[in-house]
């Protein structure tokens, strides 16, 4: 970051200056993810009975936006060089100094990568650092094109291009990150799936009032009312909820389920997400239910 400073400052490069700016942020944004891995595996308390787990799923949402600030600044500062004032850019210099950013940032990324698919946190860590390997790619091109055309415009154009590509490169975390702050349902769990397999089995009349959530990355939820056939006995009743458990934990991945077990439906008001009746159609007790 250092070395990118002063060569951006010496080249009068504004893609060095950019790529530096976003190793400053780079440090930051594993050192935000080294932070809230370590908050994330605090015990849970009587104040928060989930733990410190949206610790993780936080920090990703930070570093997926002090990457569009970044960006944003370097379309602006583009902006200005391209209508207003090119100044005089050493390419040799540029050329150098990118080509030692590109080996530290192709590091950092091999060190990430191993990790990345496995938390939301680490992998903002690691578009950080993609996205800064990405404008390092774009400072050698620049370098090249500069010595060899002597076309010094190339720096701010393609500083805009790499503001795209970290645009881009991030969007699907920042989706990730809204959707698990809305408690959407996570894309691998198929809720008609869960709720037609848990149906399926002998004593149960329906599933209600489901819901379907991330805590943190691998750490998925699942409450739900279990309408019990009113012949079932009371000693066949704990068998069952074993089972219902054994389907959402082993076949549907999730980690934390609750079951309310319902004999009728005197006095349960709470029939939302119960829209998957009307898909599955199978069962002709469900005419007899009042939702």
């Avoid at 570093?63 to 004032?85: K, P």
């Avoid at 503001?163 to 008609?192: C, M, Q």
């Avoid at 998925?220 to 079932?232: M, N, Q, R």
Wanted: aromatic share 6%; with cysteine; net charge negative.
């Amino acid at each position: 970051m250092i070395v990118e400073v002063i060569g951006g400052i010496l080249s009068g490069s504004l893609a060095l200056i950019a790529d530096a700016g976003h190793m400053i942020t780079d440090a930051a944004a594993i050192a935000l993810a080294l932070f809230a891995l370590w908050v994330s595996g605090r015990p849970a308390s009587v104040e928060r009975t989930f733990g410190y787990h949206r610790a993780e799923v936080l920090a990703a949402m930070l570093n997926a936006l002090s990457l569009w600030v970044i960006a944003a600044y370097i379309f602006f500062e583009a902006y200005h060089r391209i209508f207003e004032d090119t100044p005089h850019i050493e390419g040799g210099l540029m050329l150098v100094v990118g080509t030692i950013g590109l080996v530290v940032n192709i590091v950092a990324a091999f060190v990430l990568h191993r990790s990345a698919g496995e938390s939301l946190n680490v992998e903002g860590a690691f578009l950080h650092v993609i996205a800064d390997l990405i404008g390092s790619v774009g400072v050698v091109i620049s370098g090249i094109i500069i010595v060899t055309t002597g076309w010094v415009i190339v720096d701010p154009i393609l500083s805009i291009l790499l503001g795209i590509l970290i645009i881009v490169s991030t969007w699907r975390l920042v989706v990730k990150v809204f959707n698990v702050l809305l408690e959407a349902v996570p894309e691998h769990i198929d809720v008609y799936a869960l709720c037609g397999d848990m149906e399926d089995q002998e004593g149960v009349t329906v599933i209600h009032d489901v819901h379907v959530w991330t805590i943190s990355s691998g750490y998925d939820a699942l409450t739900c009312h279990i309408l019990l056939d009113p012949e079932l006995s009371t000693e066949e009743v704990d068998p069952l909820l074993r089972r219902l458990r054994e389907i959402a934990m082993k076949k549907h991945g999730i980690s934390h389920v609750t079951i309310q077990v319902e004999q009728n439906v005197e006095g349960c008001t709470e029939f939302d997400h119960a829209d998957h009746l009307v898909a599955m159609k199978r069962s002709p007790v469900r005419k007899l239910l009042p939702f």
